[in-house]
Protein backbone atom coordinates (compact mmCIF):
# COMPACT_ATOMS: atom_id res chain seq x y z
CA UNK A 1 0.00 0.00 0.00
CA UNK A 2 1.81 3.34 -0.75
CA UNK A 3 0.67 6.21 1.32
CA UNK A 4 -0.30 9.36 0.56
CA UNK A 5 1.22 12.64 1.14
CA UNK A 6 1.24 14.67 4.17
CA UNK A 7 -0.53 17.40 4.85
CA UNK A 8 2.08 20.90 3.56
CA UNK A 9 1.39 21.95 6.84
CA UNK A 10 2.19 19.50 8.91
CA UNK A 11 5.20 18.12 7.14
CA UNK A 12 6.37 21.16 6.61
CA UNK A 13 6.28 22.20 10.35
CA UNK A 14 7.79 18.39 11.01
CA UNK A 15 10.65 19.64 8.58
CA UNK A 16 11.25 22.61 10.80
CA UNK A 17 11.58 20.54 13.82
CA UNK A 18 14.16 18.70 12.24
CA UNK A 19 16.31 21.00 10.92
CA UNK A 20 16.66 22.86 14.62
CA UNK A 21 17.31 19.38 16.33
CA UNK A 22 20.02 19.03 13.61
CA UNK A 23 21.48 22.83 13.75
CA UNK A 24 24.49 22.39 15.51
CA UNK A 25 24.82 18.81 15.08
CA UNK A 26 28.51 17.73 13.16
CA UNK A 27 27.92 14.03 12.56
CA UNK A 28 31.60 12.17 12.16
CA UNK A 29 30.79 8.70 10.42
CA UNK A 30 30.83 5.68 13.62
CA UNK A 31 33.70 3.12 12.90
CA UNK A 32 32.21 -0.37 13.18
CA UNK A 33 29.51 -1.83 14.61
CA UNK A 34 29.15 -1.14 18.39
CA UNK A 35 27.08 -3.48 21.02
CA UNK A 36 25.04 -1.67 23.42
CA UNK A 37 24.67 -3.81 26.91
CA UNK A 38 20.83 -3.71 27.69
CA UNK A 39 19.45 -4.60 31.18
CA UNK A 40 16.42 -6.23 30.06
CA UNK A 41 17.90 -8.26 26.51
CA UNK A 42 21.70 -8.58 27.38
CA UNK A 43 24.16 -7.42 24.60
CA UNK A 44 23.08 -6.01 21.62
CA UNK A 45 24.60 -5.72 18.28
CA UNK A 46 24.49 -2.59 15.94
CA UNK A 47 25.94 -2.23 12.57
CA UNK A 48 27.92 0.95 11.66
CA UNK A 49 25.08 2.21 9.51
CA UNK A 50 22.58 2.01 12.62
CA UNK A 51 25.06 3.45 14.95
CA UNK A 52 25.25 6.36 12.90
CA UNK A 53 21.53 6.83 12.97
CA UNK A 54 21.57 6.18 16.97
CA UNK A 55 24.24 8.64 17.33
CA UNK A 56 22.08 11.33 15.44
CA UNK A 57 19.84 14.30 17.05
CA UNK A 58 16.40 12.00 16.32
CA UNK A 59 17.66 9.33 18.02
CA UNK A 60 19.78 10.83 21.07
CA UNK A 61 16.81 13.04 22.11
CA UNK A 62 14.78 9.85 22.96
CA UNK A 63 17.70 9.59 25.81
CA UNK A 64 15.22 12.89 27.62
CA UNK A 65 12.64 11.10 26.97
CA UNK A 66 10.89 8.66 29.88
CA UNK A 67 9.15 5.51 28.07
CA UNK A 68 6.43 6.12 30.72
CA UNK A 69 5.97 9.11 31.13
CA UNK A 70 5.46 9.87 34.80
CA UNK A 71 5.75 7.11 36.35
CA UNK A 72 9.02 7.48 38.04
CA UNK A 73 7.36 9.31 40.46
CA UNK A 74 5.20 6.67 41.58
CA UNK A 75 7.69 3.54 40.77
CA UNK A 76 11.16 5.27 41.19
CA UNK A 77 13.27 2.65 39.32
CA UNK A 78 10.98 3.53 36.31
CA UNK A 79 13.32 5.96 34.83
CA UNK A 80 14.19 3.94 31.36
CA UNK A 81 13.63 5.95 28.72
CA UNK A 82 12.28 5.90 24.67
CA UNK A 83 16.04 5.80 23.41
CA UNK A 84 16.78 2.24 25.47
CA UNK A 85 12.92 0.62 24.30
CA UNK A 86 13.47 1.60 20.68
CA UNK A 87 17.50 -0.49 21.45
CA UNK A 88 15.52 -3.10 22.56
CA UNK A 89 12.64 -3.19 19.59
CA UNK A 90 15.33 -3.38 16.85
CA UNK A 91 17.15 -6.38 18.45
CA UNK A 92 13.35 -7.97 19.24
CA UNK A 93 12.67 -7.44 15.40
CA UNK A 94 15.31 -9.41 14.43
CA UNK A 95 14.40 -12.12 17.07
CA UNK A 96 11.32 -12.03 15.16
CA UNK A 97 12.68 -12.39 11.63
CA UNK A 98 15.07 -14.77 12.64
CA UNK A 99 12.30 -17.17 14.11
CA UNK A 100 10.01 -17.15 11.34
CA UNK A 101 12.68 -18.16 8.95
CA UNK A 102 14.00 -20.84 11.74
CA UNK A 103 10.55 -22.44 11.72
CA UNK A 104 9.89 -22.21 7.90
CA UNK A 105 13.29 -25.15 7.54
CA UNK A 106 11.65 -26.60 10.50
CA UNK A 107 8.05 -26.87 8.90
CA UNK A 108 9.68 -27.20 5.13
CA UNK A 109 8.58 -24.10 3.78
CA UNK A 110 10.28 -21.31 1.52
CA UNK A 111 12.08 -19.10 4.03
CA UNK A 112 11.03 -15.32 4.03
CA UNK A 113 13.00 -12.29 3.51
CA UNK A 114 16.56 -11.08 2.61
CA UNK A 115 18.39 -11.58 5.87
CA UNK A 116 21.53 -9.65 4.99
CA UNK A 117 21.73 -6.42 7.85
CA UNK A 118 23.23 -3.63 5.26
CA UNK A 119 20.90 -3.89 2.27
CA UNK A 120 18.15 -6.55 3.02
CA UNK A 121 14.47 -7.12 4.50
CA UNK A 122 16.26 -7.72 7.89
CA UNK A 123 18.28 -4.08 7.47
CA UNK A 124 15.22 -2.56 6.74
CA UNK A 125 13.11 -4.41 9.81
CA UNK A 126 15.70 -2.94 12.12
CA UNK A 127 15.91 0.30 11.02
CA UNK A 128 12.23 1.05 11.04
CA UNK A 129 11.96 -0.81 14.79
CA UNK A 130 14.85 1.75 15.60
CA UNK A 131 13.23 5.15 13.98
CA UNK A 132 9.99 3.53 15.11
CA UNK A 133 9.34 6.17 18.11
CA UNK A 134 11.34 9.19 17.07
CA UNK A 135 7.89 11.15 17.18
CA UNK A 136 7.37 10.76 20.94
CA UNK A 137 7.47 14.16 22.36
CA UNK A 138 6.97 15.50 26.10
CA UNK A 139 6.45 12.58 28.45
CA UNK A 140 5.51 10.28 25.82
CA UNK A 141 1.59 9.29 25.88
CA UNK A 142 1.11 12.04 29.08
CA UNK A 143 1.14 14.44 26.14
CA UNK A 144 0.19 12.33 23.38
CA UNK A 145 -3.44 12.26 25.32
CA UNK A 146 -3.14 16.07 24.79
CA UNK A 147 -2.26 16.66 21.21
CA UNK A 148 -3.84 14.09 19.58
CA UNK A 149 -7.07 15.94 19.93
CA UNK A 150 -5.53 18.99 18.18
CA UNK A 151 -7.05 19.95 15.24
CA UNK A 152 -3.90 19.82 12.73
CA UNK A 153 -3.35 15.97 13.97
CA UNK A 154 -7.18 15.00 13.88
CA UNK A 155 -6.85 17.00 10.17
CA UNK A 156 -4.02 14.44 9.37
CA UNK A 157 -5.74 11.14 10.40
CA UNK A 158 -8.77 12.35 8.39
CA UNK A 159 -6.85 10.56 5.21
CA UNK A 160 -7.55 6.77 5.40
CA UNK A 161 -4.22 6.22 5.04
CA UNK A 162 -3.53 7.04 8.40
CA UNK A 163 -6.60 6.46 9.97
CA UNK A 164 -5.65 3.55 12.24
CA UNK A 165 -2.11 5.34 12.72
CA UNK A 166 -1.09 6.78 16.65
CA UNK A 167 -0.19 10.16 17.11
CA UNK A 168 3.47 8.93 17.58
CA UNK A 169 2.94 6.72 14.74
CA UNK A 170 2.62 9.67 12.30
CA UNK A 171 4.58 11.93 13.73
CA UNK A 172 7.68 9.36 13.64
CA UNK A 173 6.46 8.61 9.87
CA UNK A 174 6.70 12.53 9.34
CA UNK A 175 9.97 12.90 10.60
CA UNK A 176 11.52 9.74 8.82
CA UNK A 177 10.05 11.35 5.49
CA UNK A 178 10.88 14.82 6.03
CA UNK A 179 13.50 16.71 3.88
CA UNK A 180 16.26 17.38 6.28
CA UNK A 181 16.32 13.73 7.23
CA UNK A 182 16.16 12.36 4.42
CA UNK A 183 19.19 14.52 3.34
CA UNK A 184 21.11 13.62 5.91
CA UNK A 185 20.17 9.80 5.68
CA UNK A 186 21.26 9.55 2.45
CA UNK A 187 24.68 11.44 3.00
CA UNK A 188 26.19 9.43 6.23
CA UNK A 189 24.21 6.25 6.00
CA UNK A 190 23.88 4.86 2.37
CA UNK A 191 26.63 6.59 0.62
CA UNK A 192 28.58 6.70 3.93
CA UNK A 193 28.10 3.91 5.33
CA UNK A 194 27.60 2.08 2.14
CA UNK A 195 23.98 0.86 3.06
CA UNK A 196 21.69 0.31 0.83
CA UNK A 197 18.48 1.23 2.72
CA UNK A 198 15.31 2.84 1.12
CA UNK A 199 13.34 5.27 3.59
CA UNK A 200 10.33 5.01 1.75
CA UNK A 201 9.96 0.95 2.93
CA UNK A 202 11.54 2.25 6.32
CA UNK A 203 8.67 4.91 7.14
CA UNK A 204 6.00 2.35 5.47
CA UNK A 205 7.22 0.03 7.82
CA UNK A 206 6.77 2.10 11.14
CA UNK A 207 3.13 2.94 9.99
CA UNK A 208 2.74 -1.10 9.57
CA UNK A 209 2.44 -1.11 5.79
CA UNK A 210 4.30 -2.84 2.89
CA UNK A 211 3.87 -2.73 -0.64
CA UNK A 212 4.64 -6.15 -1.37
CA UNK A 213 1.91 -8.21 -0.17
CA UNK A 214 3.69 -11.28 0.46
CA UNK A 215 6.19 -8.91 2.94
CA UNK A 216 3.63 -7.81 4.61
CA UNK A 217 4.66 -9.43 7.57
CA UNK A 218 7.61 -7.25 8.21
CA UNK A 219 5.21 -4.41 8.87
CA UNK A 220 3.39 -6.58 11.30
CA UNK A 221 6.96 -7.62 13.02
CA UNK A 222 7.06 -3.26 13.91
CA UNK A 223 2.93 -2.23 14.30
CA UNK A 224 0.69 -5.76 15.43
CA UNK A 225 -1.06 -6.78 18.42
CA UNK A 226 2.66 -8.77 18.87
CA UNK A 227 4.83 -6.34 17.63
CA UNK A 228 8.57 -5.71 18.68
CA UNK A 229 6.90 -2.86 20.11
CA UNK A 230 4.76 -4.19 22.55
CA UNK A 231 6.93 -7.30 23.00
CA UNK A 232 9.51 -4.57 24.74
CA UNK A 233 7.60 -2.41 26.29
CA UNK A 234 5.65 -4.96 28.07
CA UNK A 235 8.47 -6.53 29.15
CA UNK A 236 10.65 -3.23 29.74
CA UNK A 237 8.36 -1.51 32.09
CA UNK A 238 6.85 -4.67 34.09
CA UNK A 239 10.95 -4.99 34.63
CA UNK A 240 11.53 -1.57 35.61
CA UNK A 241 8.09 -0.57 37.78
CA UNK A 242 9.20 -3.91 39.67
CA UNK A 243 6.12 -6.55 38.60
CA UNK A 244 6.48 -9.87 38.14
CA UNK A 245 4.76 -10.57 34.86
CA UNK A 246 5.42 -13.28 32.83
CA UNK A 247 6.25 -12.40 29.05
CA UNK A 248 7.94 -15.43 27.87
CA UNK A 249 9.87 -14.02 25.01
CA UNK A 250 11.59 -17.64 23.85
CA UNK A 251 8.40 -19.57 23.90
CA UNK A 252 6.74 -16.96 21.93
CA UNK A 253 9.18 -16.76 19.06
CA UNK A 254 9.19 -20.52 18.99
CA UNK A 255 5.48 -20.30 17.96
CA UNK A 256 5.88 -17.73 15.34
CA UNK A 257 4.99 -18.35 11.52
CA UNK A 258 3.39 -16.71 8.62
CA UNK A 259 0.75 -17.63 6.13
CA UNK A 260 -1.45 -15.90 3.18
CA UNK A 261 -4.66 -15.00 4.92
CA UNK A 262 -7.34 -16.72 2.72
CA UNK A 263 -9.83 -13.75 3.44
CA UNK A 264 -7.52 -10.75 3.18
CA UNK A 265 -8.89 -9.04 0.44
CA UNK A 266 -5.31 -8.09 -0.64
CA UNK A 267 -4.01 -11.69 -0.14
CA UNK A 268 -1.10 -10.49 2.06
CA UNK A 269 1.09 -12.91 4.08
CA UNK A 270 0.51 -12.07 7.97
CA UNK A 271 1.77 -13.04 11.15
CA UNK A 272 0.23 -16.07 12.70
CA UNK A 273 0.98 -17.62 16.00
CA UNK A 274 0.85 -21.49 16.91
CA UNK A 275 -0.17 -21.71 19.97
CA UNK A 276 -2.37 -18.82 22.08
CA UNK A 277 -0.46 -19.21 24.89
CA UNK A 278 2.14 -16.77 24.51
CA UNK A 279 -0.42 -13.66 23.51
CA UNK A 280 -3.00 -14.73 26.08
CA UNK A 281 0.36 -14.11 28.36
CA UNK A 282 0.69 -10.80 26.29
CA UNK A 283 -3.36 -9.13 26.81
CA UNK A 284 -2.58 -10.54 30.41
CA UNK A 285 0.05 -8.36 31.18
CA UNK A 286 -0.48 -5.75 29.22
CA UNK A 287 -3.93 -5.13 31.50
CA UNK A 288 -2.19 -5.56 34.19
CA UNK A 289 0.09 -2.90 33.58
CA UNK A 290 -2.89 -0.47 32.72
CA UNK A 291 -4.39 -1.78 36.07
CA UNK A 292 -1.12 -1.18 38.26
CA UNK A 293 1.03 1.37 36.87
CA UNK A 294 -0.18 3.64 33.50
CA UNK A 295 -3.87 3.85 35.26
CA UNK A 296 -2.48 4.44 38.65
CA UNK A 297 -4.46 7.17 40.94
CA UNK A 298 -1.00 8.96 41.39
CA UNK A 299 0.20 8.85 37.79
CA UNK A 300 -3.04 9.75 36.74
CA UNK A 301 -2.64 12.94 38.80
CA UNK A 302 0.47 13.82 37.55
CA UNK A 303 -0.52 13.17 33.80
CA UNK A 304 -3.90 15.85 34.90
CA UNK A 305 -0.84 18.07 36.03
CA UNK A 306 1.45 18.43 33.42
CA UNK A 307 -2.16 19.25 32.03
CA UNK A 308 -2.69 22.13 34.11
CA UNK A 309 0.57 23.48 32.73
CA UNK A 310 0.26 22.94 29.35
CA UNK A 311 -3.44 24.50 29.47
CA UNK A 312 -2.12 27.64 31.06
CA UNK A 313 0.90 27.80 28.76
CA UNK A 314 -1.35 27.69 25.68
CA UNK A 315 -3.76 30.68 26.85
CA UNK A 316 -0.78 33.01 28.16
CA UNK A 317 2.31 32.03 25.92
CA UNK A 318 3.47 35.80 26.11
CA UNK A 319 4.27 35.39 29.87
CA UNK A 320 4.50 31.31 30.06
CA UNK A 321 5.81 30.30 26.83
CA UNK A 322 8.85 27.06 26.47
CA UNK A 323 12.00 28.59 25.82
CA UNK A 324 13.75 26.96 22.99
CA UNK A 325 17.63 26.49 22.75
CA UNK A 326 19.10 29.08 20.57
CA UNK A 327 16.01 31.29 20.23
CA UNK A 328 11.91 31.07 20.29
CA UNK A 329 9.77 29.56 22.00
CA UNK A 330 7.01 27.36 21.70
CA UNK A 331 3.35 27.49 23.30
CA UNK A 332 2.11 24.07 22.81
CA UNK A 333 -0.89 25.21 20.37
CA UNK A 334 -0.56 22.17 17.73
CA UNK A 335 1.26 18.41 17.62
CA UNK A 336 4.52 19.25 16.84
CA UNK A 337 5.04 21.89 19.53
CA UNK A 338 5.37 19.44 22.13
CA UNK A 339 8.72 17.71 19.97
CA UNK A 340 10.99 20.71 20.83
CA UNK A 341 10.76 19.93 24.68
CA UNK A 342 11.91 16.43 26.33
CA UNK A 343 11.40 16.03 29.81
CA UNK A 344 14.67 17.11 31.02
CA UNK A 345 14.73 20.21 29.56
CA UNK A 346 11.20 20.98 30.36
CA UNK A 347 11.48 20.14 34.54
CA UNK A 348 14.50 20.29 35.44
CA UNK A 349 15.97 23.87 33.95
CA UNK A 350 17.94 25.71 36.72
CA UNK A 351 15.86 28.59 37.01
CA UNK A 352 12.99 27.35 35.59
CA UNK A 353 11.10 28.98 33.00
CA UNK A 354 7.21 30.99 32.66
CA UNK A 355 5.25 32.96 34.88
CA UNK A 356 4.64 32.64 38.54
CA UNK A 357 2.12 30.08 37.63
CA UNK A 358 4.38 27.65 35.88
CA UNK A 359 7.18 27.76 38.81
CA UNK A 360 5.17 27.36 41.28
CA UNK A 361 3.91 23.83 38.88
CA UNK A 362 7.60 22.98 38.38
CA UNK A 363 8.49 22.99 41.98
CA UNK A 364 5.34 21.13 43.28
CA UNK A 365 6.85 18.43 40.75
CA UNK A 366 10.54 18.98 41.95
CA UNK A 367 9.52 18.58 45.52
CA UNK A 368 6.53 15.86 44.96
CA UNK A 369 3.54 18.06 46.08
CA UNK A 370 0.92 17.06 44.08
CA UNK A 371 -2.39 17.70 43.95
CA UNK A 372 -5.07 15.14 45.75
CA UNK A 373 -7.90 13.32 45.00
CA UNK A 374 -11.57 15.03 45.51
CA UNK A 375 -13.76 12.23 43.97
CA UNK A 376 -13.82 8.79 42.67
CA UNK A 377 -16.06 8.07 39.95
CA UNK A 378 -16.13 4.13 39.71
CA UNK A 379 -18.67 1.16 40.02
CA UNK A 380 -17.91 1.73 43.94
CA UNK A 381 -19.12 5.34 43.80
CA UNK A 382 -21.81 5.79 41.02
CA UNK A 383 -25.24 4.23 41.27
CA UNK A 384 -25.21 0.85 40.13
CA UNK A 385 -27.64 1.20 37.18
CA UNK A 386 -26.25 4.57 36.04
CA UNK A 387 -22.74 3.06 35.85
CA UNK A 388 -23.67 -0.25 33.91
CA UNK A 389 -26.63 2.14 31.92
CA UNK A 390 -25.17 4.97 30.47
CA UNK A 391 -22.59 6.60 33.10
CA UNK A 392 -19.31 4.82 32.44
CA UNK A 393 -19.80 5.80 28.51
CA UNK A 394 -20.77 9.00 29.01
CA UNK A 395 -17.92 9.68 30.88
CA UNK A 396 -15.14 7.87 27.89
CA UNK A 397 -17.15 9.68 25.29
CA UNK A 398 -16.56 12.99 27.26
CA UNK A 399 -12.58 12.22 27.08
CA UNK A 400 -12.55 12.80 23.46
CA UNK A 401 -14.55 15.72 23.88
CA UNK A 402 -11.89 18.51 24.77
CA UNK A 403 -13.87 21.57 24.77
CA UNK A 404 -16.52 19.68 26.56
CA UNK A 405 -14.29 18.27 29.12
CA UNK A 406 -13.21 21.42 29.48
CA UNK A 407 -16.32 23.30 30.21
CA UNK A 408 -17.67 20.89 32.90
CA UNK A 409 -13.93 21.12 34.53
CA UNK A 410 -14.90 25.22 34.71
CA UNK A 411 -18.34 24.85 36.00
CA UNK A 412 -16.83 22.13 38.88
CA UNK A 413 -14.73 25.79 39.44
CA UNK A 414 -17.20 28.36 38.41
CA UNK A 415 -19.30 26.41 41.80
CA UNK A 416 -17.00 26.68 44.55
CA UNK A 417 -17.86 29.09 47.18
CA UNK A 418 -16.64 32.50 46.51
CA UNK A 419 -14.48 32.19 49.87
CA UNK A 420 -12.18 28.95 47.96
CA UNK A 421 -11.76 31.05 44.06
CA UNK A 422 -9.07 33.36 45.01
CA UNK A 423 -6.89 29.85 46.21
CA UNK A 424 -6.74 28.72 42.84
CA UNK A 425 -5.84 29.24 39.84
CA UNK A 426 -8.25 28.11 36.54
CA UNK A 427 -6.19 24.90 35.74
CA UNK A 428 -6.27 23.75 39.23
CA UNK A 429 -9.25 21.35 38.78
CA UNK A 430 -8.71 18.31 36.78
CA UNK A 431 -11.24 15.66 35.54
CA UNK A 432 -8.82 12.82 34.45
CA UNK A 433 -10.82 10.08 32.24
CA UNK A 434 -8.09 7.65 31.31
CA UNK A 435 -8.99 5.88 28.00
CA UNK A 436 -9.32 1.88 28.28
CA UNK A 437 -6.78 -0.53 27.28
CA UNK A 438 -6.10 -0.56 23.37
CA UNK A 439 -6.56 -4.42 22.37
CA UNK A 440 -6.71 -4.62 19.06
CA UNK A 441 -7.70 -8.60 18.01
CA UNK A 442 -8.16 -8.16 14.24
CA UNK A 443 -4.82 -9.40 13.08
CA UNK A 444 -4.21 -11.20 16.16
CA UNK A 445 -4.21 -15.04 14.27
CA UNK A 446 -3.94 -18.51 15.58
CA UNK A 447 -2.98 -21.34 13.32
CA UNK A 448 -2.21 -24.41 15.10
CA UNK A 449 -0.25 -26.11 12.32
CA UNK A 450 0.98 -24.72 8.56
CA UNK A 451 -2.05 -26.52 6.91
CA UNK A 452 -4.84 -25.42 9.40
CA UNK A 453 -7.11 -23.14 9.23
CA UNK A 454 -6.34 -19.99 10.41
CA UNK A 455 -8.04 -18.48 13.41
CA UNK A 456 -8.86 -15.11 15.03
CA UNK A 457 -7.42 -15.40 18.63
CA UNK A 458 -11.27 -14.16 20.41
CA UNK A 459 -11.84 -18.08 19.47
CA UNK A 460 -9.71 -19.21 21.80
CA UNK A 461 -10.65 -16.27 24.87
CA UNK A 462 -12.77 -13.53 25.35
CA UNK A 463 -10.43 -10.88 25.19
CA UNK A 464 -13.88 -8.26 24.53
CA UNK A 465 -15.07 -9.93 28.02
CA UNK A 466 -11.77 -9.10 29.39
CA UNK A 467 -12.00 -5.25 28.65
CA UNK A 468 -15.21 -4.89 29.79
CA UNK A 469 -14.50 -6.50 33.02
CA UNK A 470 -11.56 -4.18 33.60
CA UNK A 471 -14.21 -0.82 32.29
CA UNK A 472 -16.59 -2.08 35.00
CA UNK A 473 -14.42 -3.41 37.64
CA UNK A 474 -11.29 -1.84 37.40
CA UNK A 475 -11.64 1.88 35.50
CA UNK A 476 -11.91 4.45 37.30
CA UNK A 477 -11.75 8.54 36.92
CA UNK A 478 -10.88 11.30 39.33
CA UNK A 479 -11.45 14.79 40.30
CA UNK A 480 -7.78 16.33 41.33
CA UNK A 481 -7.10 19.49 42.55
CA UNK A 482 -4.68 21.62 45.37
CA UNK A 483 -5.05 19.76 49.16
CA UNK A 484 -6.76 23.67 50.47
CA UNK A 485 -9.42 22.90 48.38
CA UNK A 486 -10.13 19.28 48.12
CA UNK A 487 -13.11 18.96 49.99
CA UNK A 488 -15.19 22.00 48.48
CA UNK A 489 -14.14 20.97 45.06
CA UNK A 490 -15.47 17.39 45.52
CA UNK A 491 -18.72 19.01 46.37
CA UNK A 492 -19.21 21.12 43.43
CA UNK A 493 -18.02 18.42 41.24
CA UNK A 494 -20.58 16.07 42.43
CA UNK A 495 -23.11 18.58 41.53
CA UNK A 496 -22.10 19.36 37.96
CA UNK A 497 -21.76 15.82 37.42
CA UNK A 498 -24.92 15.39 38.85
CA UNK A 499 -26.83 18.39 36.39
CA UNK A 500 -24.64 17.77 33.42
CA UNK A 501 -24.19 13.83 33.37
CA UNK A 502 -26.22 12.76 35.19
CA UNK A 503 -24.30 10.63 37.36
CA UNK A 504 -25.39 10.01 40.88
CA UNK A 505 -22.52 9.88 42.93
CA UNK A 506 -21.95 8.56 46.48
CA UNK A 507 -19.78 10.39 48.96
CA UNK A 508 -19.14 8.82 51.38
CA UNK A 509 -17.78 5.87 49.80
CA UNK A 510 -15.62 8.37 47.74
CA UNK A 511 -14.16 10.15 50.80
CA UNK A 512 -13.15 6.31 52.07
CA UNK A 513 -11.03 6.38 48.37
CA UNK A 514 -9.97 9.76 48.83
CA UNK A 515 -9.34 10.25 52.52
CA UNK A 516 -11.38 12.93 52.64
CA UNK A 517 -13.98 13.73 55.37
Known amino acids: MTVSSAPPDLAERVDTFVQWLFEDYKPTLPKGPKVFNDALLGNLLFSQQEVAVIDCPVMQRLRRIKQTGLVYYVFP ?24 RERADVEGTDR ?25 GLCSHASEQIYELLADLQEFKNNPAYV ?7 LSYLIVTSPTFQKWFKEYVVQGCQAKLDLKVISNLILGKHENPEKYF ?5 SSSYDCDKLDYIAR ?11 DLPRFYSMISTARHPKDPEGRRVLVLRSYVPL ?27 GSMIGHIVENPEQASFPLRGSGSVSFTDAVQYLYATDDEFFWQASGFGDAYIKNMLNRFRNRDLFVRCLEISRRTVEKENWRGYGRQMLIDLRKQPERLAYVEAEILKRLPPTEHGKCNKHDVRLSIPGLPG ?8 QTSKDADIENIAEYFPVEQWTEAYAHNKWRSYVYAPRGIAAAVRDSAISVLRDHLKLELDSGRSNQTCHLT
Open 237 to 247: DSYFCGLALTV
Open 218 to 222: LAQII
Open 77 to 100: SATHTRFEHSLGAAALSERCFNAI
Open 164 to 170: TNQPGEI
Open 112 to 136: LGDPDRSRGDLAHLRMAALLHDVGH
Open 280 to 306: EQILFSKMTLFGSVYHHQKVKCLDSML
Open 439 to 446: IKTENALI
